[in-house]
């Protein structure tokens, strides 16, 4: 396929993939766990076992790589996985800085396990570049986690300017993407090492397949440490999950801008309701984000929010229970609505408000949404 191609055309026709055995427009699941050598002991395009190499994971892992403009990508066995695989190829005595608004799940591997791997870290207020670069430790610091938009109150970090400062003092700067999507940002080229995505969400969007991705700027020293993690933890993602991943990213443009589309209308109509007493969402105006999602975002500003509802954590709970087209669901990203307390997932762990409900928009026909919201609001 023409390197000219746009990107939806590009994810829709999965780079223009044909099986060359059959000029099937669907490539085949590779299931096989082991490939045969060729009379003279050599391996075929270099596989010898799944663990390393599977040919279906190649697939999947190419259109990502060329969507976020990356020089290579992995797939993961979950977005966890892949989130925490930078972590494990540093080394014991390394020292991290991490936004402090990011996924819990993050923060719950960093709390139990970085101490045993002799790793240390400190956090930052999210986007505050000052504090950021005040506690970076000259020859220690190897890395900074950021997430933009960040779970569960979607705040917004200047990708670029950390990444020039970062870069400035030999800090390695890794991005999770999952909630802007290539869709509507691309890190690396704002400056980004590396980005990672939880594909369970957005990327496959059918609320059906565990996986995660990463896509790197250059194949260094850092990268071939992550591959060799993922190689020897063996957290590598199964055949039959790539092949639906795949499936899910050919949809992914049409899906996403959808999402947007209705989200906005969700914030503006949230953001005028009295039982609201804010709304987390970066294509408002009011958010204190918007400025800088407008220049790093194109497109839209991503299908999920977050609402501070007028009342306690019981009242935030029995809120969520009225909803009757929204799902009461945990994760995000998928083609339909859901909601939940977050705070009830996440437990103590983090300093959600209690009255916290976040939103994942899907793509149902927006005044379904906007009904739903309503009755909810309004006691119905």
Same mark, same amino acid.
């Given at each position: 396929?023409?390197?000219k191609?746009?990107?939806e055309t ?5 780079l223009?993939?044909?099986d060359?055995?059959?000029g ?7 299931v096989s766990?082991?490939f045969a050598r060729?009379?003279?002991?050599s ?9 390393d190499h599977g ?6 892992e190419s ?6 403009g990356?020089?290579d990508?992995i797939s993961?066995?979950?977005g966890l996985?892949?989130c925490?695989?930078?972590?494990h190829?540093?080394n014991?005595?390394d020292?991290?800085l ?8 993050v ?14 870290y ?6 505050n570049?000052e504090?950021?670069?005040?506690l970076?430790?000259p ?8 997430e933009?938009p960040? &779970?569960?109150?979607w705040?917004i970090?200047?990708?670029a ?9 030999d800090?390695y700067v ?7 999507t290539?869709v ?7 400056g980004?090492?590396?980005?990672c ?5 957005y990327? &496959?969007?059918?609320s059906?397949?565990?996986a995660g ?6 194949k260094?020293?850092m990268?071939?440490?992550i ?8 957290s590598t993602l199964? %055949? ?8 899910g ?5 049409v ?5 947007c589309e &209705?989200?906005?209308a969700?914030?503006?109509f949230?953001e005028?309701?009295h039982a609201v007493?804010?709304?987390?969402y970066?294509g408002?105006?009011s958010d204190?984000?918007?400025?800088v999602?407008?220049?790093?975002m %194109?497109g839209?500003f ?7 509802? %007028?009342?306690d954590?019981q ?7 009225k909803a009757?087209v929204?799902?009461r669901?945990?994760s995000l990203g998928?083609?339909?609505s859901v909601l939940e307390?977050?705070?009830t %997932?996440?437990?103590?762990l983090?300093n959600?408000p209690? &009255?916290?409900i976040?939103?994942s ?7 379904d949404?906007?009904g739903?919201?309503?009755q909810?609001?309004?006691?119905g």
């Amino acid at each position: 396929m023409s390197d000219k191609n746009k990107p939806e055309t590009l994810a829709a026709q999965a780079l223009g993939q044909i099986d060359p055995e059959t000029g099937a427009l669907v490539p085949p699941i590779h299931v096989s766990t082991t490939f045969a050598r060729l009379p003279d002991y050599s391996l075929v395009d270099g596989r010898s076992y799944i663990r390393d190499h599977g040919p279906t994971q190649e697939q999947v892992e190419s259109v990502l790589c060329e969507l976020e403009g990356g020089a290579d990508a992995i797939s993961f066995s979950s977005g966890l996985a892949a989130c925490t695989a930078a972590f494990h190829a540093l080394n014991a005595g390394d020292h991290v800085l991490v936004s402090d608004t990011i996924y819990h799940g993050v923060l719950s591997w960093l709390k139990q396990f970085a101490g045993a791997r002799g790793l240390e870290y400190a956090f930052f207020a999210t986007g505050n570049i000052e504090q950021f670069e005040d506690l970076i430790r000259p020859n220690q610091t190897k890395l900074v986690w950021l997430e933009t938009p960040a &779970n569960p109150t979607w705040a917004i970090t200047d990708i670029a300017a950390f990444c020039e400062v970062a870069h400035r003092h030999d800090v390695y700067v890794a991005v999770d993407s999952t909630c802007a999507t290539p869709v509507l940002s691309q890190p690396i080229k704002l400056g980004a090492d590396l980005v990672c995505h939880s594909a369970t969400k957005y990327l &496959n969007g059918h609320s059906d397949v565990l996986a995660g991705m990463l896509v790197t700027a250059k194949k260094d020293v850092m990268w071939e440490r992550i591959r060799q993690h993922r190689l020897l933890a063996g957290s590598t993602l199964g %055949s039959l999950e790539a092949f639906l991943l795949m499936r899910g990213m050919r949809t992914l443009f049409v899906r996403v801008h959808k999402q947007c589309e &209705n989200a906005m209308a969700l914030a503006q109509f949230l953001e005028a309701h009295h039982a609201v007493e804010k709304v987390h969402y970066p294509g408002l105006a009011s958010d204190p984000g918007h400025q800088v999602a407008c220049r790093q975002m %194109s497109g839209g500003f991503g299908g999920m929010l977050s609402i501070l509802v %007028s009342g306690d954590r019981q009242y935030a709970i029995a809120t969520a229970c009225k909803a009757k087209v929204f799902k009461r669901a945990t994760s995000l990203g998928g083609v339909e609505s859901v909601l939940e307390h977050r705070k009830t %997932s996440e437990g103590d762990l983090t300093n959600t408000p209690e &009255n916290l409900i976040r939103i994942s928009v899907g793509i149902e026909h927006v005044d379904d949404l906007l009904g739903d919201l309503k009755q909810m609001l309004d006691g119905g």
